[in-house]
């Protein structure tokens, strides 16, 4: 079976960088005073990066590693520069590299690895797949939501940091943003020292026409100290200083400036948590029309209303005024919960998901295993409390909303959404607005970075020390009595924890 282009071309990461580009990122280079005399392209495709840079430095060695035999033949045949080719994968061509680098050499890697994930590769069989290893020592845990999911410019960075970073070696390699951060937060947690680093955005859409959040990211291990910090410019063409990203309690800083004026990093006395998950929308989420209920395959539902919850999505908390657009069936009040009750406290219900079993069967993540029928996850007695505060978890920006009970009954979020709940309304008006001060926004803005999937998590929402900033709103007598009436859930379940 012939392999189609489409797919050979994602199994490569095979987007070649324009020669305005590769000039940029070579330029970058040039303006910080680094002369290298071995430049190494890992990845380096048709090789515009690659003769940019050897014409502009005019190294005493010159590497490109390329997998793709016609390039490799192309490059040979329209250069006479004295480059030597490898035609081999990156993943195997380590122990070549190291035989022509002496410690004595300044060199540069340089170029535009494959911007595919190891998963994407699995996916459409790929064999050009590093060899698997858990390069980021995670837990089982992770790799079942994903966490071990990698990019492979990410591992292939990191193996050349490993491998030369002792030398005097420059990495300068265009990237997702996303991958930039990670490279910085292994460095900073294996102690891989250097003496600068910087973040350049790339146009993505301009250059690849792909909607990727990209950036040249360089960072010199020429000279070492523990630089715990990273520069963030405006573009990779102006060059203008932006921010400094920062680490600090084994946290990555956003901007250190703001958040060393509005550090409010600690614990919440609150529990933030994702809202309900059930991986079923079209059997469990029920638009409202008029006075039906018409479920995802377009039927109308008519089952008891016990069950049944109102309920709000990340849109629908972003807009400027909530409106309830759909109802949520919620099967259990605590996760592990045996819904064999629904059968005879609510038949219709039971027969409802009955019809739609093959849905919940079909579902793939592992959180539904050995549960019982129709188990749902992310549920604890938190979500019937009647007030909730939520925030979107994948709109790009800080934007808290009082939920209020509908009908007496409480709102549910789905699990694109983070709340927390109150027991009561003069409560919840306390916290919001202590949530809502522009000292919460500010240290917000500091931490979360915006280009992120998903960049509002629990994770950054527990972290924010209300205490101290109610202290310094003068309401530390008020949040305090509020602490003493307010009974924090505890016992959690331990699975539900881990995975969310």
């Known amino acids: ?295 995802g395959y377009g039927e109308t539902v008519n089952i008891e209303n016990d069950l049944l919850y109102p309920l709000l999505k990340s849109s629908d908390i972003a807009n400027v005024t909530i409106k309830t657009r759909k109802k949520v069936l919620v099967t259990q009040k605590k996760i592990g919960e045996e819904t064999k009750y629904i059968q005879s406290k609510y038949p219709k219900t039971w027969q409802y998901l009955n019809d739609h079993a093959n849905d919940f069967v079909k579902r793939k993540s592992s959180i539904y295993k050995n549960k019982p029928s129709f188990s749902i996850f992310s549920i604890g007695d938190y979500s019937f409390y009647p007030f909730k505060i939520a925030i979107s978890g994948l709109y790009k920006k800080i934007n808290f909303k009082m939920i209020y009970p509908i009908d007496e009954k409480p709102v549910m979020v789905d699990d694109t959404c983070n709340f927390i709940s109150c027991k009561n309304e003069s409560e919840a008006h306390i916290i919001f607005s202590l949530l809502t001060d522009e000292k919460t926004r500010l240290f917000l803005e500091s931490i979360i970075f915006w280009d992120s999937k998903r960049p509002i998590t629990t994770e950054i929402l527990n972290s924010i020390d209300l205490k101290k900033i109610a202290g310094e709103n003068y309401l530390h007598d008020h949040y305090s009595i509020l602490m003493g009436y307010n009974q924090i859930i505890h016992k959690e379940n331990l699975i539900q924890e881990e995975l969310f």
């Not at 070649?16 to 430049?39: D, G, R």
């Not at 309900?276 to 079209?282: A, E, N, P």
Request: aromatic share 12%.
């Open 1 to 295: 079976m012939k392999t189609k282009p489409l797919t050979r071309k994602k199994e490569f990461g095979d987007f070649q960088t324009p020669l305005e580009l590769s000039s940029l990122m070579v330029n970058v280079i040039n303006e910080n005073n680094i002369y290298p005399n071995v430049i190494i392209e890992p990845t380096c495709g048709v090789g515009n990066v690659l003769l940019t840079a050897y014409d502009f430095f005019r190294p005493q060695k010159a590497i490109g590693i390329e997998i793709n035999n016609t390039y490799c033949k192309n490059i040979l045949k329209k250069s006479d520069r004295d480059i030597f080719i490898v035609n081999s994968d990156i993943f195997v061509s380590m122990n070549i590299l190291k035989k022509e680098i002496s410690d004595k050499d300044v060199c540069l890697f340089i170029g535009n690895p494959p911007w595919v994930t190891n998963s994407e590769l699995s996916s459409i069989e790929s064999t050009n797949i590093p060899q698997k290893s858990n390069i980021k020592n995670l837990r089982g845990i992770e790799a079942i939501t994903g966490k071990s999911n990698f990019d492979i410019t990410e591992y292939i960075i990191i193996k050349l940091i490993e491998e030369f970073n002792k030398q005097k070696s420059i990495f300068a390699f265009l990237c997702k943003t996303s991958v930039a951060r990670n490279i910085l937060k292994y460095c900073w947690n294996n102690n891989i020292y250097y003496h600068e680093a910087s973040i350049f955005p790339v146009d993505s859409k301009k250059y690849f026409d792909a909607a990727v959040d990209a950036c040249y990211f360089v960072i010199d291990t020429t000279k070492k100290r523990g630089a715990g910090e990273c520069k963030v410019f405006d573009s990779i063409e102006k060059r203008n200083y932006k921010s400094t990203i920062g680490f600090y309690q084994n946290r990555m800083i956003v901007n250190m400036d703001t958040f060393k004026s509005h550090n409010y990093l600690g614990k919440s006395d609150y529990t933030w948590r994702n809202g309900i998950k059930h991986d079923c929308s079209k059997v469990m989420e029920l638009d409202i029309i008029g006075s039906s209920l018409v479920n």
